[in-house]
T-cell receptor, first 112, second 112 residues
């Protein structure tokens, strides 16, 4: 079965600093991968998805970018963080069932 | 534009009673719906799903009902248990591309 790793678990960063969140997947090959954000009191918003190495689709315009340097590695980045980037970031992998996605444990980001 | 809406941010029920969580959607192209359960500081876990060709799907204590004409789905939990206390998200998909549109979530609290 698939296992999704995310790190760090918690991150506190000053406004204007860079960001790099990493997600790795075990137990599958060539997976569809997703980055979501859950802002305080809000639902899960899809930020990026990737169907393969180097293939990234952005769902919403924002201060963030994503990269997929390896088949089972998905990275979320920013050059300069904004206060509004605070939230709970989740990496997900498409499962075997129709539209089922498996989620990682998440990274809580606080921008001060 | 919020295509998937969960209008109740919270719900409190007594242990042993029925919990009913509701979800409305606006896009008639959606053809697959899912419910996820999320504990604090963890990633969501898949709970149950339903295709638009069905109006009911049951799995143990969990049943999902779909009313296409009303663009409404609901999750019934019977009997409710304290361990069911979590945030429940409904999600929808329409193109089998693995992209899910999530609602805002409903926080369920089951009192002993």
């Amino acid at each position: 079965s698939q296992t999704i790793h995310q790190w760090p678990a918690t991150l506190v960063q000053p406004v204007g600093s860079p960001l790099s969140l990493e997600c790795t997947v075990e137990g599958t090959s060539n997976p569809n991968l997703y980055w979501y954000r859950q802002a305080a009191g809000r639902g899960l918003q899809l930020l990026f998805y990737s169907v393969g190495i180097g293939q990234i689709s952005s769902e919403v315009p924002q201060n963030l970018s994503a990269s997929r340097p390896q088949d089972r590695q998905f990275i979320l980045s920013s050059k300069k963080l904004l206060l509004s980037d605070s939230g709970f970031y989740l990496c997900a992998c498409r499962g075997p069932g129709r539209e089922t996605q498996y989620f990682g444990p998440g990274t809580r980001l606080l921008v001060l | 534009d919020q295509q998937v809406k969960q209008n109740s941010p919270s719900l409190s029920v007594q242990e042993g009673r029925i919990s009913i969580l509701n979800c409305d959607y606006t896009n008639s192209m959606f053809d697959y719906f899912l419910w996820y359960k999320k504990y604090p500081a963890e990633g969501p876990t898949f709970l149950i799903s339903i295709s638009s060709i069905k109006d009911k799907n049951e799995d143990g204590r969990f049943t999902v009902f779909l009313n296409k004409s009303a663009k409404h789905l609901s999750l019934h939990i019977v009997p409710s248990q304290p361990g069911d206390s979590a945030v429940y998200f409904c999600a929808a998909s329409y193109n089998q591309g693995g992209k899910l549109i999530f609602g805002q979530g409903t926080e369920l609290s089951v009192k002993p």
